[in-house]
C-alpha cells in the first residue's frame, strides 16, 4: 500500500471519527437550554472585574517573558551581534563564509589533484 | 474490494480501535488510574457508584456533558469541540495503523504519517487555550508551546528508535509502525539493541509525561497558580470533552509504547488468551509507571523544566538514535 | 524544420520582456488606469499559458526542449534548453503571476504609479522564466539581473517609506555583490572549460573527450583535459554557489531577507517569497546536480571535483539545518506579521537546501516538491496577510486583533496555508515534510530530523501566534465596517488554498507523474540533457 | 629575459586583480558611509570585467583582433586566423555586464538619496531601522 493512501484513508477515519463526537456535541447542546445570565458571560479573572482590554494578552509579551527566560542567552546573540540591521556586519559574516569556501574548496580540488 | 476498504475504515472509527473499544477503555484506564493515584496519596479514591466505584468515571464525564454550556463573550463557540473532535480522531487513527486493530493500515515509511497524528492534540489544545481568551490561558498556553519545542524531538527520536533497529533486521515493510511493533520483541533478545531501546523508553516516557501535562510537567495547568492554565475558561460539555481528549491520550500513547518498545502481547500473539492478558499487564505497567512518576514528583518551574529536558533527555534519545543506527544488528 | 511549439517556448522570457516594456510606452498613449490593470493581467495570463504550454510539451511529448536563438548552435548562440524539472518550475511561476496580478488590481487601488508597478511585475516574471529557461550560464546571469533590478524596484515601490528605502537599499548593495561575484565566477569557467553552454559544461566535467567545439582561441584555449581543470572548477563552483545562496537566502547569506520581503507591497512580497528565492534554489539544483552531476559523482571525470562536489553537499546540509534553526527562533519573537514570514520562508529554505545537500533520489523528490508546495503556501500567507494589512491597515499582529472574525474566508485561507507549512497532514506542506524525513531516515541520518521537528514546532508557535492575535484574540478598539475583501482578492486566495489541499491529498499521483521524472531529468539523465543540445551542433556542422 | 618579464608581469597582474576584488569586498563590508560602499560595489564590478577580459587574453604572440577579412575563408586561413586572435566572446560579455552595471548603480544611487533625504544621514550604522 502507497502511505500516501494511507494517509487519506487515516485522515477520513479521523474526520468521521470527529464528526461523531461533534455531532453529539450538537446533540448535547440541543437538548440543553441556555440560561440568560450576564455574569456568567463574562471572562474569568479571580472576581476581578476583567474589560475586553485586559482580557487578551499582547503576543508579545505572551512569548517574549518565557523564551526569553529560557533561551536569553541564545537571542542575545542571534539578535545584538548577528541580526543588527547594519549592513556592515552582515557582510564581514557573508564574506568570512565566501573567503571560507573558496580556500576548502580550491585546496580539496588542489588534494584531489596532487594527491 | 471498495465494498472491503469502506468495512475496513468503519470498523476502525467505530469499533476497534475505533470509539467503542476507545471508550471501555478510556473508562476503565481512569478508573485504574484514579484508584491507584489515590492509593499512592493514602487516599481510597472512587467509591460509590458502581462496584468499588467502577463507573465513577463514565459518571463523571455524563454530568459534565449534560452540564450547561457557558461561552463567555470574547470565547468561540463551536470551535473548541470541532479542534478536540479532530485530536480525538487523530488518536483513534494513530491507533489503527497499530496490530490491534482487525484491519491495520500500514505501509513503507508510515511512521511519519504516525509522528504527525501526535501532532494534532497539541495543536487543539494550544488552540483551545485561545479560543478563550483570558490572561491565565494565555500564559498556560504560552507555557504548553514551550513545553512542546523540547518535547516534540524527544518524542519523534524514542519513536524512531524501534523502527530503525526493526528495519535494519531486515523486515519489510521498512520504516512502519505495524512492522515495527510486530517484531520489536525478537530485539529485547540481542544484547546490544537492549540498550538504545532501554535509553529510548527511558526518553519517552519522559516526554509522554511533558506532552500530557501531567506531573513533574504540569506546569501550564498549575492549578493554585493560573488557574487551569489553557482550560480556565472551560466547564460543561467542554471541559467533558477536554477531560476526554486527555484520558484518550493517555490511552493511546500507553498502547503505543507497550506496542512499538514492549511488543505487546508478546512472546504469545493477540489472538490466545495469554497474549491478551500479557497485552493488559504490560500496559497497566506502564499507566501504573506513569502514574507513579505523576505522584511522586513536584512541579518544576518552566525554565527548570525545559532546561531538564533539553540536559537530561535530549541528549538520551539522541545517543539512542545514533546507537540504533550504527550498532551491528 | 523547428516544431513551432519549440518557438513558443523558447521565446516565452522574450515576449513576456517585450509585454514589459511596451507598458509604459502604451500608458503615455491610454492614460487610464483600469488599461494598465487589464494590461497586467493579461500580459501574465498570456505568459502562464505559454509556461502552461511548456509545461505540457515536456512532460507530454519531449524532453527536452532546446530553442537556439537566431538558429545560431549552442558553442556561439544562446540556447534555451528545457527539460521537466524547469518546465514545472516555470508552470509554478506562470500560475502564480497572474493571480499575484489579479491580486494587485485590489490591492493596490488607491496608489498611483500603477503602470510602472505592472511593468516591473512582468519584467521580473520575465526575468524568472529566463533564468529558469536558459541553457546558458552568462545568460542565466543576464536573467538574473533582471529578475534582480526589478525586485529591487518593486522593494522601493513604496519610496516614501523609510524601511522600504532601507530595506530595498540593502537589498540591491547585497544582491549586486552576489551578481558581480557569479560574473567573476563565470570568467572562471569560461576561463576553464571554455564555453558557457550548460550542456557543453555538463559534458565536460564528465568526458575526457578533446571536444571539438574549441574553435575559437589561442593554445591557451585550446584545452585538453588537464586534472587541473578541477580547480578551475572548484572555485567557480565556490563562488557561484555562494552568489546563489544570497538569491536563495541560506545562511549566513539570509540578511537581506526578512528587511525586504515585509517592506514591498503584499502581493510582491508574496512572489520575492515563494518564487523569487526558489531562481537561487533552482540555480544552485542546475548547478549541482546538471552541470557537476552531485546524484551520480562516478560520472565525473576528475576525482578532485569528486571531493569539491561532496564537501558542497555537506555545507549544503550544515547551512540548511543552521538557516531552518536560526530562522525558528527568530521566528518567534516577531511581531510584524509580514516579518514573521518572511522568517518563514528562511526556514524553509533551509529544509529545501537539505533536500538538495541529500543527492539521494528521495531528498532531490522531497527539495523538488517542497519549493513547490512552498511556492503556493507561502504566496498564500502573504495574500492573505495582504488582505488584512489591506483591510486594517497595519502590520503589527497586535493591532490586528479580532479582525480575522469579521473576514472568515481570507482567515480560512491563511490557517490552511499556516498548517500546510507546519506540516499538518493532509495539506501539501506534510508530504513533502515526511519526503524529506525518509530521506534523512534512509541516508541513515536520523538524528537530523530532529531539526526539522524543532523549527517545525517554532514555526507552529509562529503561526499560532498570528492566529491568535488575529482570529482568536478579543478586538481591542470597536471594529466597524470590516468585511472580506472583494472577490478579486479572495478569488485568488481561494484559488491558492485549493491547490494546497489538492497537491496534499493528490500527492501519490503528482509524485509519481511529475515530481519523479523532473528529478530523473534533473540529476539522473545527464546524457538526455547534453546529447540534445549537441545534435542542434552536429547539425549545423552538417552531420 | 622576454618570457620571465611577461610572465611576471602576468602573474603580476592577476595578483592585481585578485587584491582589488578583496579591496572591493572590503570597502563594502567596512566602510560606514553607503556612498562609499557604491564606489567600492563599482570597483568590484569593474574588477570582475576586467578580470574576465583577462581570461579572453593571451600573452602569445603575435595578437590580432578577432575580425576577419576575407568573406569565404580557406581551412588554412581559419585555423591561422583561431591561433592568433584574442577571444572575442569575454568583450561580448563584459559590454553586457557594464550595462547592466551601469543600471544597478543608478538603482543603488537612487535609493541612497532617497534614504539621505528620509533618514538625513548616508551612515550605514544609522540606517538601521530594521533589524532582529
Known amino acids: 500500500m502507497n502511505v500516501l493512501i494511507v494517509m487519506i484513508k487515516l485522515t477520513v477515519i479521523m ?46 509579551g505572551l512569548y517574549w517573558s518565557v523564551v526569553s527566560k529560557v533561551f536569553n542567552k541564545l537571542y542575545m546573540i542571534l539578535r545584538e551581534k548577528i541580526h543588527t540591521g547594519v549592513l556592515g556586519d552582515w557582510f564581514s559574516l557573508m564574506i568570512i563564509f565566501l573567503v571560507v569556501i573558496v580556500i576548502v574548496l580550491i585546496a580539496l580540488s588542489l588534494i584531489g589533484v596532487f594527491g | 474490494m471498495v465494498l472491503n476498504e469502506v468495512l475496513s475504515i468503519i470498523v476502525n472509527a467505530f469499533v476497534i480501535p475505533g470509539l467503542i473499544f476507545i471508550a471501555i477503555t478510556t473508562w476503565l484506564t481512569q478508573w485504574f488510574y484514579r484508584k491507584i493515584y489515590a492509593r499512592m496519596q493514602n487516599r481510597i479514591g472512587p467509591r460509590f457508584i458502581g462496584p468499588r466505584g467502577i463507573l465513577q468515571p463514565i459518571a463523571d464525564f455524563l454530568k459534565l456533558l449534560f452540564k450547561e454550556d457557558i461561552t463567555t463573550i470574547v470565547a468561540r463557540e463551536k470551535e473548541p469541540i470541532i479542534m478536540l473532535s479532530l485530536a480525538v480522531g487523530s488518536l483513534i487513527a494513530l491507533l489503527s495503523m497499530l496490530p490491534i486493530s482487525p484491519y491495520p493500515l500500514y505501509a513503507e515509511n508510515d511512521i511519519i504519517l504516525a509522528i504527525y497524528l501526535t501532532l494534532w492534540p497539541p495543536i487543539a489544545l494550544i488552540l483551545l487555550g485561545f479560543m478563550a481568551p483570558n490572561p491565565f490561558t494565555a500564559i498556560g498556553t504560552s507555557r504548553y508551546m514551550t513545553l512542546l519545542i523540547v518535547c516534540e524531538p524527544i518524542w519523534l527520536l524514542s519513536i524512531l528508535v524501534p523502527v530503525v533497529l526493526t528495519t535494519r533486521t531486515g523486515i519489510a515493510p521498512a520504516y512502519s509502525l505495524f512492522s ?22 527511558y526518553s519517552i516516557i519522559l516526554a509522554f509525561q511533558c506532552k500530557l501535562m501531567l506531573r513533574p510537567f504540569d506546569i501550564p495547568e498549575a492549578e493554585t497558580e493560573i488557574v487551569a492554565g489553557p482550560f480556565t475558561e472551560y466547564s460543561g460539555p467542554k471541559l467533558a470533552f477536554i477531560t476526554l481528549l486527555h484520558d484518550v491520550e493517555i490511552v493511546v500513547y500507553s498502547l503505543l509504547i507497550v506496542w512499538l518498545f514492549l511488543g505487546g502481547p508478546a512472546p504469545f500473539t493477540l489472538t490466545s488468551i495469554q497474549g491478551i492478558l500479557t497485552l493488559i499487564v504490560k500496559y497497566l505497567v506502564i499507566v501504573f509507571l506513569v502514574t507513579w512518576i505523576k505522584a511522586s514528583t513536584a512541579r518544576l518551574r518552566i525554565e527548570q523544566a525545559v532546561v ?16 540504533a543506527t550504527i550498532i551491528p544488528i | 524544420m523547428v516544431d513551432p511549439v519549440h518557438h513558443l517556448i523558447g ?24 488599461f494598465a490593470e487589464v494590461y497586467g493581467v ?38 534555451y534548453e528545457v527539460d521537466k524539472f524547469n518546465g514545472l518550475l516555470g508552470l509554478v511561476v506562470g500560475v502564480v503571476f497572474l493571480l499575484v496580478a489579479v491580486y494587485s488590481i485590489e490591492y493596490l ?27 546558458d550560464v552568462f545568460n542565466l546571469f543576464v536573467m538574473l539581473e533582471v529578475t534582480s533590478v526589478t525586485a529591487y524596484g518593486l522593494v522601493a515601490f513604496y519610496r516614501s517609506r523609510k524601511e522600504s528605502i532601507e530595506a530595498a537599499l540593502k537589498y540591491a548593495i547585497v544582491g549586486s555583490v552576489a551578481t558581480t561575484i557569479y560574473f567573476i565566477a563565470l570568467a572562471i569557467i569560461y576561463g576553464s572549460y571554455a564555453t558557457l553552454n550548460m550542456a557543453q559544461i555538463a559534458f565536460k566535467t564528465m568526458s575526457k573527450v578533446d571536444y571539438f567545439f574549441y574553435l575559437i582561441g589561442g593554445d591557451r584555449l585550446w584545452i585538453t583535459y588537464t586534472p587541473m581543470i578541477a580547480v578551475g572548477g572548484a572555485a567557480a563552483l565556490a563562488l557561484a554557489l555562494w552568489a546563489f545562496s544570497v538569491k536563495a537566502a541560506i545562511f549566513p547569506n539570509h540578511f537581506w531577507l526578512p528587511d525586504a520581503h515585509p517592506a514591498a507591497p503584499s502581493p510582491i512580497s508574496a512572489i520575492l517569497s515563494g518564487l523569487l528565492v526558489k531562481v537561487g534554489v533552482y540555480a544552485i539544483a542546475r548547478f549541482l546536480y546538471t552541470l557537476f552531476h552531485a546524484a551520480q559523482p562516478e560520472v565525473l571525470v576528475d576525482s578532485a571535483l569528486k571531493y569539491v562536489v561532496e564537501a558542497t553537499l555537506y555545507a549544503l546540509i550544515v547551512l540548511g539545518a543552521l538557516s531552518a534553526l536560526i530562522a525558528g527562533i527568530l521566528m518567534v519573537a ?55 494589512i489591506h483591510v486594517v491597515g497595519t502590520r503589527n499582529i497586535d493591532e490586528l486583533s479580532g479582525v480575522g472574525r469579521l473576514m472568515p474566508i481570507t482567515t480560512l485561507t491563511f490557517i490552511i496555508a499556516a498548517f500546510s507549512l507546519v506540516g499538518l497532514p493532509p495539506f501539501n506542506g506534510f508530504v513533502s515534510k515526511y519526503l524529506l524525513y525518509m530521506a534523512f531516515i534512509e541516508k541513515g541520518w536520523a538524528p537530523l530530523t530532529a531539526i526539522i521537528v524543532i523549527s517545525s514546532s517554532f514555526a507552529l508557535i509562529a503561526y499560532v501566534k498570528i492566529i491568535y492575535g488575529v482570529w482568536l484574540k478579543a478586538p481591542v478598539k470597536e471594529l466597524k465596517g470590516i468585511k472580506d475583501p472583494s472577490p478579486i482578492i479572495t478569488i485568488p486566495l481561494l484559488i491558492l488554498a485549493f491547490a494546497c489541499v489538492f497537491l496534499g491529498i493528490a500527492s501519490p499521483y503528482i509524485l509519481d507523474k511529475v515530481i519523479t521524472p523532473s528529478v530523473v531529468d534533473l540529476a539522473y539523465n545527464p546524457l538526455n540533457y547534453v546529447s540534445e543540445a549537441l545534435k542542434i551542433l552536429t547539425q549545423a556542422l552538417g552531420g | 629575459m622576454d618570457e620571465v618579464i611577461l610572465r611576471f608581469l602576468w602573474i603580476y597582474t592577476w595578483f592585481v586583480l585578485i587584491a582589488t576584488i578583496g579591496l572591493g569586498l572590503y570597502g563594502i563590508a567596512v566602510k560606514p558611509n553607503m556612498l562609499k560602499k557604491i564606489i567600492s560595489l563599482t570597483i568590484l564590478g569593474d574588477t570582475a570585467n576586467v578580470f574576465m577580459i583577462y581570461v579572453g587574453y593571451r600573452a602569445v604572440y603575435p595578437i590580432k583582433p578577432p575580425v576577419l577579412w576575407t568573406m569565404n575563408p580557406s581551412k588554412e586561413v581559419l585555423e591561422n586566423f583561431a591561433s592568433q586572435i584574442t577571444d572575442p566572446v569575454p568583450p561580448a560579455l563584459v559590454i553586457t555586464a557594464i550595462v547592466i552595471n551601469m543600471a544597478i548603480t543608478i538603482l543603488i544611487t537612487f535609493l541612497a538619496i532617497q534614504a539621505y533625504r528620509l533618514y538625513g544621514t548616508l551612515d550605514s550604522r544609522k540606517i538601521s531601522k530594521l533589524r532582529g
Not at chain 3, 532546446?66 to 549552442?74: C, E, R
Not at chain 3, 496608489?111 to 541553457?135: D, F, K, N, P, Q
Request: net charge positive; proline share 5%.
Open chain 3, 42 to 79: 493579461s500580459a501574465t495570463a498570456i505568459a502562464a499559458i505559454l509556461t502552461a504550454i511548456a509545461f505540457y510539451y515536456v512532460y507530454l511529448v519531449k524532453s527536452p526542449v532546446v530553442y537556439t536563438f537566431g538558429a545560431w548552435p549552442p558553442p556561439v548562440g544562446i540556447v
Open chain 3, 334 to 388: 516577531q511581531s510584524d506579521i509580514k516579518r514573521l514570514i518572511a522568517y518563514s520562508t528562511i526556514m524553509h529554505i533551509g529544509y529545501i537546501a537539505m533536500g538538495l545537500g541529500l543527492a539521494t533520489k528521495l531528498g532531490l523528490e522531497a527539495a523538488i516538491y517542497h519549493t513547490i508546495n512552498h511556492a503556493v503556501a507561502k504566496a498564500l500567507l502573504f495574500l492573505a496577510a495582504g488582505a488584512f
Open chain 2, 180 to 201: 515495527a511493533s510486530m517484531n520489536v520483541a525478537s530485539l529485547w533478545s540481542n544484547p546490544l539493541a537492549v540498550i538504545p531501546l532501554i535509553l529510548a523508553l
Open chain 1, 15 to 60: 474526520i468521521l471519527v470527529a464528526l461523531s463526537l461533534y455531532s453529539t456535541y450538537i446533540y448535547v447542546r440541543k437538548h440543553r437550554g441556555i440560561i440568560k445570565a450576564k455574569y456568567k458571560f463574562q471572562p474569568y479573572g479571580c472576581g476581578e472585574e476583567l474589560t475586553r482590554e485586559q482580557v487578551s494578552v499582547g503576543s508579545r
Open chain 3, 11 to 34: 521565446l516565452t522570457p522574450p515576449i513576456t520582456v517585450a509585454l514589459a516594456f511596451a507598458l509604459p510606452l502604451l500608458s503615455l498613449i491610454v492614460k487610464s488606469r483600469r
Open chain 2, 308 to 323: 531538564f529536558m533539553i540536559k537530561y533527555v535530549l541528549p538520551v534519545s539522541i545517543i539512542a538514535i545514533i546507537l
Open chain 3, 109 to 135: 487601488k488607491h496608489r498611483s504609479g500603477i503602470e510602472w508597478y505592472y511593468t516591473l511585475l512582468i519584467g521580473m516574471e520575465a526575468g524568472m522564466l529566463g533564468v529558469l529557461y536558459t541553457g
